[in-house]
């Protein structure tokens, strides 16, 4: 089983829409999650770090379920401009950082 | 303030060479990390410094090599280059460790002919 799983989609959502991306991890022991977003032949960026209480940055939402091991990304009202590959981010100790292979999103009009 | 700053941009190189990637983190930041990325996959760790110190190694064979300045700067050294280490190769940077919010430089794209 790979450390962190990610649905590489494509996930294709019209303009507006609520979408939502899930990340499974599999060591218990993961200790910080992040979500970034790459946009086409460009760096990562980070978009925010995961909480257990959750965390909101206007339309997106991230939460952390610890028990099952997930986090996910929730994108409300979704624009053109957020097309692009969601990465999720999980790291063990100094030694371990992995991320995921990333979920594409495509806005259509 | 500069972001984080890699380079070259673009790199050819044949097989059995040698490269040095170079890497200039944010002002403050103190730890970098490396990371490689083939198309259509997540980047992958390979290493992390710390305060001139390797603090973490990915599953990367000893062709790969790094070190750290007394201003945090960092290089990337691949030895023995292969087809296979074609790919982006990512810098970042954060302040303390990459368990923390990292920001990434615009990468090496590196081709191996």
């Known amino acids: 089983r790979k450390e962190v799983e990610q649905d590489p989609g494509p996930f294709n959502v019209p303009e507006g829409a609520t979408v939502a991306f899930n990340c499974t991890y599999s060591?218990?022991?993961?200790?910080?999650f992040f979500w970034y977003r790459q946009d086409c032949r460009k760096e990562p960026k980070l978009l925010m770090s995961?909480?257990?209480s959750g965390n909101e940055d206007g339309r997106f939402t991230a939460q952390l379920n610890r028990a099952s091991q997930y986090i996910s990304l929730l994108i409300r009202d979704s624009k053109l401009s957020d097309s692009a590959t969601y990465l999720c981010v999980v790291t063990r100790g100094y030694q371990k950082v992995t991320f995921g292979i990333g979920t594409k999103l495509q806005v259509i009009p | 303030d500069a972001g984080v700053t890699q380079s070259p941009t673009h790199l050819i190189k044949t097989r059995g060479q040698h490269v040095t990637l170079r890497c200039s983190p944010i002002?403050?930041?103190?730890?970098v990390s490396w990371y490689q990325q083939v198309l259509g996959q997540g980047p992958q760790f390979i290493f992390q410094?710390?305060?001139?110190?390797?603090?973490g190694r990915g599953n990367f064979p000893d062709r790969f090599s790094a070190r750290q300045f007394p201003n945090y700067s960092s290089e990337l050294n691949v030895n023995a280059l292969l087809l296979g280490d074609s790919a982006l190769y990512l810098c970042a940077s954060s302040l303390e460790s990459a368990n923390q919010p990292q920001h990434f430089g615009d990468g090496t794209r590196l081709s191996i002919l």
């Open positions: 410094y710390y305060e001139k110190e390797e603090r």
């Open positions: 995961v909480y257990s």
């Open positions: 002002s403050g930041h103190k730890s």
């Open positions: 060591n218990s022991a993961s200790q910080s």
